[in-house]
Nanobody, 125 residues
Framework: QVQLVESGGGLVQAGGSLRLSCAASGRTFSSYAMGWFRQAPGKEREFVAHITWSGGSTYYEDSVKGRFTISRDNAKNTVYLQMNSLKPDDTAVYYC??????????????????WGQGTQVTVSS
């Protein structure tokens, strides 16, 4: 079992930055690849970023490439999402998730086994 708790959300003006954190419980955190997803009102949950268990590889949704950075600190059982140049379209509840899946479909929510409760990010224009 892995329990995930997100933090760091809030209200920010367009062009601003936020850093989300996701703290994981359990001694096996380093065994899991991690992902960030987001869900805006009335929309489906969508993939944002993914990082492998070692942190050696990362993947991003096209609209956040060059603006968002996913990273992890296995010693602290924490994964981060640094979000720069935020836009109103980035407004959503952001979720972190853990998976043991290795493959090309890391953008699919159903490949993840554990989810956090989410943290709200609101970007004003």
């Amino acid at each position: 079992q892995v329990q995930l708790v997100e933090s760091g959300g809030g209200l920010v003006q367009a062009g601003g930055s936020l850093r989300l954190s996701c703290a994981a419980s359990g001694r096996t955190f380093s065994s899991y690849a991690m992902g960030w997803f987001r869900q805006a009102p009335g929309k489906e949950r969508e993939f944002v970023a993914h990082i492998t268990w070692s942190g050696g590889s990362t993947y991003y949704e096209d609209s956040v490439k060059g603006r968002f950075t996913i990273s992890r600190d296995n010693a602290k059982n924490t994964v981060y999402l640094q979000m720069n140049s935020l836009k109103p379209d980035d407004t959503a509840v952001y979720y972190c998730a853990a998976t043991i899946y290795i493959g090309p479909q890391v953008a699919l929510p159903n490949k993840y086994h554990y989810w956090g409760q989410g943290t709200q990010v609101t970007v004003s224009s």
